[in-house]
């Protein structure tokens, strides 16, 4: 069971690319028509220097680019069967748009327990650089822990 | 654009309903996502952890919020997003996601706009309860 000793734990850093492909499977799957994410020229004119990404779009490319996509997980035994997602936060500081190249650096800030240990509650905050080493967003993630399983 | 500087605290500038989540939406945001966890989409695995069923990704469901926020909000504008995933979203939920203008402030030299954040289901269960920062 995942305590106290995970906090400061960093993960492995992810490095990835934002792909026009992939990222307009993705706006297939959510029927996302805006043209600023699809259209170069709408989205110059909205101010991007290409078409950004959406706004949960990060947590995305974290994910498929991680050589270890549940490494949050595996490195500290919890099963995936047991895990919620609790929260989740993006703090946006700079654009991001197809072509740029960007690395996670997640780690653990925070693991409590709730109800009376049933649950494990435990905080991963990653900053996010660009190609270009420009601090472009803050993500923070809470999982949830089911130390027993739901009825 | 011009509209938006113009906001009051209270007014509504999110509000729009998707259409019913299926077991193919799923499949796909499971690929598009990267979000893999077989709970979303294999039955059999969904079953054996104490789940009735799959359910909906939670970030498939804060997606559609984010769809929502910047159909009406400039995404250049967005300056955070955040969300507590309240309940689970079951197949066939019609999601409607609505904010309204919560505060009115100044940061970072610029004028500010806190949104709060609503995602229900058909029934009126909410899923998800949030928060965005946009600037004016």
């Known amino acids: 069971m995942v305590d106290?000793?995970?906090?400061?734990?960093?993960?492995?850093?992810?490095?990835a690319r934002v792909e026009p492909g992939r990222l307009r499977y993705f706006l297939n799957t959510l029927g996302e028509t805006n043209p600023v994410y699809r259209d170069e020229a709408a989205a110059r004119a909205a101010g991007f220097a290409a078409t950004p990404v959406p706004p949960t779009y990060l947590f995305c490319l974290e994910m498929m680019d991680a050589e270890e996509p549940f490494e949050m997980l595996t490195a500290l035994g919890i099963d995936l069967a047991r895990?919620?997602?609790?929260?989740?936060?993006?703090?946006?500081?700079?654009?991001?748009?197809?072509?740029?190249?960007?690395?996670?650096?997640?780690?653990?800030?925070?693991?409590?327990?709730?109800?009376?240990?049933?649950?494990?509650?435990?905080?991963?905050?990653?900053?996010?650089?660009?190609q270009n080493g420009v601090h472009v967003a803050d993500t923070s993630r809470t999982v949830v822990v089911r130390n027993q399983v739901a009825s | 654009m011009t509209e938006i500087s113009a906001i009051k605290v209270g007014d509504r500038l999110v509000d729009k309903t998707f259409p019913p989540i299926t077991r193919h939406t799923l499949a796909l945001y499971c690929g598009a996502s990267g979000d893999h966890n077989p709970i979303h989409v294999d039955i059999d695995f969904a079953r054996n952890a104490g789940f009735p069923d799959v359910f909906a990704h939670g970030m498939l469901v804060m997606a559609c919020l984010g769809?929502?926020?910047?159909d009406a909000v400039p995404p250049a504008r967005l300056r955070a997003f955040a969300t507590r995933f309240v309940a689970i979203t079951q197949l066939g939920a019609r999601l409607t996601c609505e904010g309204t203008v919560a505060e009115l402030f100044e940061e970072n030299g610029e004028?500010?706009?806190?949104?709060?954040?609503?995602?229900?289901?058909?029934?009126?269960?909410?899923?998800?309860?949030?928060?965005?920062v946009v600037a004016l």
């Open chain 2, 67 to 70: 769809q929502a926020l910047t």
């Open chain 1, 4 to 15: 106290q000793s995970a906090v400061g734990h960093r993960f492995t850093p992810v490095t």
């Open chain 2, 111 to 132: 004028r500010r706009a806190k949104l709060a954040l609503t995602t229900k289901d058909e029934r009126g269960e909410v899923k998800l309860e949030g928060s965005a």
């Open chain 1, 83 to 130: 895990v919620l997602h609790g929260e989740q936060s993006f703090v946006y500081r700079a654009p991001v748009a197809v072509g740029d190249v960007l690395t996670f650096r997640p780690r653990v800030a925070a693991v409590t327990e709730k109800k009376g240990g049933a649950l494990t509650v435990m905080v991963i905050e990653c900053e996010v650089t660009n």
